[in-house]
């Protein structure tokens, strides 16, 4: 008998984090803003911006503002998100436990 190992991620993984996730997921590597998010999922900013910060609080988003000049831009700079490794190392291990056994 092999000893299985269960992962539980630290982040509870509902329907809206999933989507949110999912985005994320896309290109790993890319940093998000949250009007991104919230189009890219449907999600409204009541709902997108506590998921964010959950996730950053959980360690698995970092986030930066962008690098731009205010006064060329005319707005201010946009926070933005990026999966961190242990995000990607929680995911990874849950994508295993939750693919089925090869036939």
């Keep these: 008998m092999t000893d299985v190992q269960v992962v539980i991620p630290s982040v509870r993984i509902t329907e809206q984090v999933a989507r949110v996730l999912g985005v994320f997921l896309q290109e790993p590597q890319t940093a998000r803003y949250g009007g991104e998010l919230m189009q ?3 999600l409204k900013s009541g709902a997108m911006y506590p998921i964010l910060r959950r996730l950053r609080e959980a360690g698995w988003l970092s986030v930066t ?7 060329v831009a005319g707005r201010e700079p946009r926070r933005l998100h990026r999966l961190t490794s242990q995000a990607l190392a ?9 693919r089925p056994p090869a036939a």
Excluded: M, P, V
């Design 40 to 42: 890219a999922t449907g």
């Design 90 to 98: 929680e995911l990874t291990a849950l994508s295993d436990q939750l």
């Design 65 to 71: 503002d962008e690098a731009i000049n205010r006064k």
